[in-house]
């Protein structure tokens, strides 16, 4: 049966606007770009043939014909208000503390977004189609720039309704943006034509949206986030979070986001894990933006004249700057992890000086398609280790050379292979001597065996001479071997084997935070130690019994079981237990006080302290019956605040938490320690 030409049209407008979706919406694309280019050659064809059919909705027709004359200003119906923000932790307590107040709640639900930094407009949806498209402009007036929009393909030109009910007006307010690597593409091909490039993927896309020619702003590839609604005349919800839903829905993307969360503790570390993932982004971003999530609470907050009291923009300090790429190397981690990272022309970056970055793996490479060789744009965000942003692709010489991700090991040439479902690529030889060296650092360090003598130049020439091939190997050192040793005397060789064998009375927790289990360091080993005092139960602990201890989850469970069921982490155990090293931590009624200021207390220690490591005062807390906590929260009784303390000590005044310092510290420790 041979089909009308509507109906084809039709057919394929729904072929193009399902696999729009699934590209854009979804990230989720089921077809090649090949394949999408086809489908839209073929409408087009059939819309030539049969004018009459196109509709200002269909997808040929994102890109209007002759260039506007200029722009006309728009009123929006509702301002576009800008939003508080501030840098510091502190102020966003404050910001939580103002609504809790004005609410008469202590836990406010919270929606914490990505702040994409772009050009913030409006779309504005009438009976489902796209009517007007503006630029915020001074909040009261904006600049229409429908022409441009429409060429944005994440921004349907006809909401996606598929049964609901199509409102009379839906307006829509979000960010446009231009993603780092499009900003490298483009920048090279205007340099090409002698043309200015852009600085950043803002200007780009401000630029890009203030363009007479659609035509052009069409090759810029531009894109949207929606996150805020203007005028509804349709659907009401009680909540941002189901706001952002039924704009999803309607086939237009929302700005990346968590799940909504009670209490600004859950904000903070929310905003932190962001931080963390800055460098996997191809977008740019400078913070969060945090809002009440209940309507209804926000009506109560009101707006100041310039911006709502509901929300406020947590940003980040950004300092970036151009460098070269001199070599690209890898390194072999303690659980055999390899990172590719890369050697810079030094470069001053806020003050420091910077001469590598990780790479983190070579999906990254990849994707940003970095090469030896490369000028580059490189960034550090607040306390974040520096990283790549993007290439500057217009400043290739041709003489840049693909970095090869070894197939080997570069450290024993032993096989490789990538984490199942991961990014991560693993030498698969537990006897690495690359990963030994880390690991016997790790093992060393203060937070776990603290062997003080043992540094990284020592080690590497123990493992490099085969005097220490696994960490048993470590008891076994005699003074005379170490003589042998690069500028090793005999007083320096016998006090280093003193230092190993006192290591061994560190007790489990220690020597489970050195072990090098996947997941388990200081914090964990300190949990799992403090409900399996010996090292028998830990072997005995099922899976299930690992995970219920609170704090711990399947995930740390699986990986400690894991290891204590394979053959060489048993061998491990079982060659230290044999060479004295300690496998239980003392019972709690031995250790433990029952009397004293702390018995029952919860404590955190930050910054660093003059008479004690951070661990000694930890372990001096639990001595004296209290427990020594690694963040602070309501259930915090005390702040020990030694030099450079950090944002953990804003968060203890700001909730009012007593702060000691180390004189008053040592004195309510007592005689316990």
């Known amino acids: 049966m041979v089909r009308s030409p509507r109906k084809q049209i039709e057919e394929l407008r729904k072929q193009i606007e399902y696999h729009s979706n699934k590209y854009y919406i979804e990230n989720a694309p089921e077809i090649s770009d090949l394949e999408f280019d086809r489908l839209m050659r ?28 200029g722009f006309r200003q728009v009123r929006h119906r509702v301002p576009m208000l800008s939003i508080d923000n501030t840098y510091n932790e502190r102020d966003l307590r404050e910001f939580d503390a103002r609504v809790r107040r004005a609410l008469k709640d202590e836990m406010v639900h919270y929606a914490v977004e990505e702040k994409i930094d772009g050009v913030s407009v409006s779309l504005l949806y009438e009976k489902g189609l796209l009517t007007l498209g503006a630029t915020r402009g001074d909040g009261t007036l904006g600049d229409d720039v429908t022409h441009n929009l429409r060429t944005v393909r994440d921004i349907p030109l006809r909401l996606r309704t598929e049964g609901r009910h199509v409102p009379e007006l839906f307006e829509v307010r979000g960010e446009i943006y231009m993603t780092n690597s499009e900003l490298a593409r483009l920048n090279k091909q205007q340099a090409e034509r002698g043309e ?12 890009s949206l203030k363009l007479l020619d659609p035509w052009v702003a069409a090759r810029r590839h531009l894109r949207f986030f929606a996150h805020t609604e203007g005028v509804l005349e349709g659907p009401r919800v009680a909540r941002h979070s189901q706001f952002l839903e039924i704009v999803q ?9 968590g799940p909504i969360v009670q209490g600004i503790d859950a904000v903070i570390d929310y905003c932190e894990e962001q931080l963390e993932a800055r460098h996997s982004y191809d977008h740019e971003t400078d913070g969060t933006v945090v809002k009440v999530d209940d309507f209804a609470e926000r009506e109560k907050l009101g707006y100041t004249s310039k911006a709502p009291r509901w929300a406020i923009a947590y940003k980040v300090e950004l300092w970036q700057a151009g460098t070269r790429i001199e070599d690209i190397y890898v390194q072999v981690g303690k659980t055999g992890v390899l990172t590719p990272v890369a050697s810079l022309k ?14 983190h793996n070579t999906d990254e490479i990849a994707r940003k398609d970095i090469r030896i060789g490369d000028a580059v744009i490189v960034e550090k965000a607040g306390k974040v280790i520096p990283h790549v942003v993007r290439v500057e692709l217009e400043k290739r010489t041709g003489h840049e050379r693909r970095f090869r991700f070894p197939t080997t090991c570069p450290a024993c040439h032993s096989r490789v292979a990538r984490d199942e479902g991961g990014a991560y690529i693993r030498c698969l030889n537990p006897s690495c001597p690359a990963q030994l060296k880390e690991h016997l650092r790790y093992f060393a360090s203060r937070n776990a065996m603290d062997i003080s003598g043992l540094g990284p130049a020592i080690i590497d020439q123990l493992v490099d001479n085969g005097l220490v091939r696994s960490l048993p190997d470590l008891y076994r050192l005699q003074p005379a071997q170490l003589t042998e040793l690069e500028r090793m005397g005999r007083k320096s060789a016998q006090k280093i084997v003193e230092e190993i064998d006192a290591s061994k009375k560190q007790g489990l927790r220690r020597l ?5 289990i996947r997941h388990v360091g200081e914090r964990n080993a ?3 130690t403090e409900k399996f005092s010996d090292i028998k139960s830990l072997l005995n602990a099922s899976v299930e019994e690992l995970a219920r201890v609170a704090g711990v989850g399947e995930v740390v469970a699986k990986s400690v079981r894991q290891f204590f069921q394979n053959e060489t982490g048993r061998k491990t155990i079982r060659q230290l237990q044999e060479l004295g090293v300690q496998m239980s931590e003392r019972p709690q009624a031995e250790s433990r006080a029952s009397e004293g200021e702390l018995v029952g207390k919860t404590v955190v220690v930050t ?6 490591s951070r661990h000694e005062a930890e372990d001096a807390v639990f001595r004296s019956g209290g427990k020594a906590a690694s963040s602070v929260s309501h259930k915090t009784d005390f702040v020990v605040a030694g030099k450079d303390p950090g944002s953990k000590l804003d968060k203890a005044r700001a909730l009012g938490i007593k702060i000691l310092n180390e004189k008053e510290f040592l004195r309510l420790l007592g005689d316990n320690n």
């Open 346 to 359: 030094t470069v001053r970056i806020a003050g420091t000086k910077v001469s590598r970055v990780s790479l």
């Open 42 to 69: 073929q409408l087009q064809e059939l819309e030539s043939q049969h004018p009459e059919l196109i509709t200002s909705d269909s997808p040929t027709q994102r890109v209007g014909g002759q260039p506007i004359e």
């Open 196 to 207: 200015r490039t852009f600085a950043n993927t803002r200007n780009a896309a401000a630029g």
């Open 512 to 516: 489970l935070t050195g072990l090098g």
């Open 249 to 257: 829905a309607f086939g237009i993307p929302v700005v990346p986001h």
């Open 526 to 528: 300190r949990l799992l």
């Open 607 to 612: 910054g660093t302290l003059d008479q004690l």
